[in-house]
């Protein structure tokens, strides 16, 4: 059964005043919606703040990159044992912004992933494609090297990762992926998996990300593929954020 995920992306929002009250609000609000599953994934520099005010919520935290290497000489990463150790569930690995930024690689961003997994952190994968690789008609060429990349690196722990599809397009854009767009790369996904990995396909959690907003959830997230949403932008409001797992806590968990 797949229990349906709302994970918050704050990016590189916040600070130690205003992230007080929207956590303490998201914190409340979250155990009242407890059907769904609420993540959020904030600046690591704040994590002991996030840990502090969600420990006793139905609210689970995380980062949003983790290095691909376990310690050591690395300067300016955060490895996935020290995410542990302030209590976070779940870490993004591959985010567009990071591959394109900073030029993450596939291969990359699959060892990140085993890192997370090595200590028992769950990678939100992200995999999405940009404006130009649709109209190319290359979206499923590019997920798919995404997703093999993953896939070679984890091998039977794949189904221990959530993915998230986010179209490059659709993020922080305010134009969502269409109900259609979205179940068709959702169900080709599952299907790519079904076909490397059998029935661990039906146990992956797949979340949509890219201009959810509470007005959109509901027709994006009762699609038969997308099990969740990766929010961006309304993840910093609590009202908008809650507003999303409140508009889909009627259709619960998936198959
Ligand atoms: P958005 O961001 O909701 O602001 O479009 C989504 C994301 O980047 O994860």
Redesign the pocket.
């Known amino acids: 059964m797949r229990r349906v995920l709302i994970a918050g ?1 704050w ?1 590189m929002n916040g600070s130690l005043v205003g992230n007080q009250s929207l956590l303490e609000e998201i914190g409340r609000g979250s155990s009242t919606i407890a059907e769904v599953d609420w993540v959020v994934l904030a600046p690591s520099i704040y994590l002991p703040q996030v840990q502090q005010l969600l420990n006793s919520s139905h609210c689970a935290w995380g980062g949003q990159d983790v290095s691909n290497q376990a310690s050591g000489a690395f300067t300016g990463e955060i490895s996935a044992k020290m995410f542990k150790e302030f209590g976070c569930r779940y870490v993004i690995v591959g ?1 567009s ?1 990071r591959r394109t930024l900073h030029n993450e690689s596939n291969e990359l961003v699959a060892q990140k992933a085993k890192q997370a997994l090595s200590v028992g952190l769950i990678p939100i994968v992200c995999v999405g494609e940009t404006l130009q690789e649709r109209e190319e008609s290359r979206t499923m060429t590019v997920i798919e090297a995404q997703l093999q990349a993953v896939n070679s690196c984890l091998e039977e722990n794949l189904a221990k990762v959530v993915l998230a599809y ?1 179209p490059i397009w ?4 305010g134009r969502s992926a269409s109900p259609f767009q979205a179940q068709e790369v959702h169900g080709a996904i599952r299907t790519w998996i079904r076909n490397h990995r059998g029935t661990l396909a039906e146990q992956i959690q797949i979340l949509y ?4 907003k509470p007005n959109n959830a509901a027709d994006l997230l009762q699609l038969t593929d997308v099990d969740g949403a ?5 993840s910093l409001n609590a009202e908008e954020f809650l507003g999303i797992g409140r508009s889909v806590s009627h259709f619960l968990t998936k198959i």
Request: charge should be negative; proline fraction near 0%.
């Open positions: 992306n990016k985010h912004e986010e659709a993020i922080g854009t990300g890219g201009s959810v990766l929010v961006g932008g309304a």
